[in-house]
Nanobody
Framework: VHLVESGGGLVQPGGSLRLSCATSGKIFSINYMSWYRQTPGKERELVANISSHGDITYTDSVKGRFTISRDGPKHTSDLQMNSLKPEDTAVYYC????????????????WGQGTQVIVST
């Protein structure tokens, strides 16, 4: 299973970006799709998470500003980021956990390569 993020870039404070995560491979199901971010010297941080049942969690710092969504049949996820702040600057990673078809069903935990988000004047 492979994940590819897109939509990162440079934006001014207060602006918006929409990140997208596309998947490929023989996916049977995805239980969780998540967005993480990481800045140099810091651990990767969970930003938002959405389950197959639609249960959503956000880290406190993005509540009310970011919105995670997913398209179940297409196995994709988006992260709408509004009212961006300089402290949101990071590399954003998509993560998916579920079952893939490899003869039998097998658990997978896949990551994308990351997309850079820079919030600056």
């Amino acid at each position: 299973v492979h994940l590819v993020e897109s939509g990162g870039g440079l934006v001014q404070p207060g602006g918006s970006l929409r990140l997208s995560c596309a998947t490929s491979g023989k996916i049977f199901s995805i239980n969780y799709m998540s967005w993480y971010r990481q800045t140099p010297g810091k651990e990767r941080e969970l930003v938002a998470n959405i389950s197959s049942h639609g249960d959503i969690t956000y880290t406190d710092s993005v509540k009310g500003r970011f919105t995670i969504s997913r398209d179940g049949p297409k196995h994709t996820s988006d992260l709408q980021m509004n009212s961006l702040k300089p402290e949101d600057t990071a590399v954003y990673y998509c993560n998916a956990r579920g079952l893939e078809i490899t003869g039998l069903l097998r658990v997978f935990d896949a990551w994308g390569q990351g997309t850079q988000v820079i919030v600056s004047t």
